[in-house]
């Protein structure tokens, strides 16, 4: 997508004028963002919507999932845009495949989770479900449908991003640099995410949560976006990607342990879905990890009782949050996410342009005020 006139002139009016002007460049940039994304699927599209209408359903499905503040897409820009890009087809293409690849790997874990609710809506794969009971299928064949949908449609998604980035208009080796981080980056999340649900076979204080957050969620939330735009940008000599990656993954930990805080003190309005669903999955999160190791027996049978019930009630998850605040453990998990977001803060204003840094800086301690 080309930007308009008056969004060129704000870009390159932007970089023509002090540091400090990244935010609202950045926030011009995220405004178009969604058209982006919806360019991208249109292309999906016209490459596989005549196979059969039901492929054509199946894509219309997973672009209408599109939502949030496509954070991912800004963090592309910021680096893109903080490390002098100038070329702005490219960090459309590439900020586009950095979110659809996110809408790809969400279907995936909602899928995972058992999560039917996304951003307070029906996800892709409860639409399924719903529509195949209406349409009198029994609940064994609308569940296998809808679970179908999801894995494929995520599989869409993932696949458009990287063919996204294998055609962004820039030389073949920056394409092949671009594809082959998005691919690393994918394959740290997926050991993540296994990690993550084999470790509901432990006792909570025998897992490994800011391990999980590093591989799951840092390293394509935060440390890939962060690298794409420094690609792209042309400004990515080793050492700044390394000092990028570093800043994501302590950034992204932060933004994980943040969003277990309110996935269990938060609400179905904050977060957009239950928040029962930690507790009834059975989540190890540092949370829960903490309380375990700190709680005395008669805790400890709580939290073994109701941890990955799936009837857990809002009573039982009360007295969740009850012992993860007496154990100290809320308290404890804070301060590990001050440390992180600090860490990251310390990263960027020791390695990356003013303009850059104080950008991140101020993005983290918004997110870190999501909580405190």
């Not at 897409?73 to 490219?90: M, N, Q, Y």
């Not at 109701?306 to 453990?329: K, N, Q």
Request: charged letters at 25%; glycine letters at 8%.
């Amino acid at each position: 997508m080309k930007p308009t006139p008056a969004t060129a002139h704000a870009l390159t009016s932007a970089r023509e004028t002090s540091e400090p002007s990244l935010a609202p460049l950045v926030d011009e940039f995220a405004r178009r963002a969604p058209a982006v994304t919806a360019a991208q699927w249109d292309r999906v599209h016209a490459r596989c919507a005549a196979l059969d209408p039901a492929v054509a359903e199946l894509i219309a499905g997973a672009r209408a999932a599109d939502g949030g503040k496509h954070m991912r897409p800004r963090l592309v820009a910021a680096a893109f845009l903080g490390l002098g890009g100038t070329h702005d087809a490219l960090l459309s293409e590439v900020a586009g495949a950095q979110q659809l690849l996110h809408l790809g790997l969400c279907m995936h874990d909602d899928i995972i989770d058992g999560d039917r609710v996304r951003h307070g809506e029906p996800n892709l794969i409860a639409q399924y479900a719903d529509a195949g009971r209406r349409a009198g299928l029994s609940e064994r064949s609308a569940e296998r449908q809808a679970l179908t949908a999801g894995v494929l449609a995520g599989d869409l998604a993932i696949n458009a991003a990287m063919l996204a980035l294998l055609g962004a208009p820039a030389p073949a080796a920056v394409q092949q640099s671009l594809a082959a981080e998005a691919s690393a980056a994918l394959e740290l999340t997926i050991a993540g995410e296994l990690l993550d649900v084999r470790s509901e076979l432990l006792a909570p204080d025998e897992s490994d949560p800011l391990r999980v957050a590093e591989l799951k969620t840092a390293a394509y939330s935060v440390a890939l976006p962060l690298r794409l735009g420094a690609i792209a940008s042309g400004a990515a000599t080793p050492t700044r990607l390394d000092c990028l990656g570093q800043i994501g993954i302590a950034f992204g930990i932060g933004y994980q342990l943040a969003d277990d805080e309110l996935g269990l003190f938060g609400s179905a309005d904050a977060t957009g879905k239950s928040v029962l669903s930690d507790v009834r999955q059975g989540k190890r999160t540092e949370h829960v990890r903490i309380a375990y190791r700190q709680a005395d027996a008669a805790d400890r049978a709580v939290l073994d009782a109701t941890l990955g019930d799936p009837a857990a009630t809002e009573a039982d998850a009360a007295a969740v949050r009850d012992i993860v605040t007496r154990t100290g453990a809320r308290a404890e998990v804070s301060r590990t996410i001050d440390e992180h977001v600090s860490r990251g803060i310390r990263l960027a204003e020791a390695g990356l342009p003013d303009g850059l840094a104080a950008y991140l800086t101020a993005l983290a301690r918004s997110l870190r005020g999501r909580t405190s």
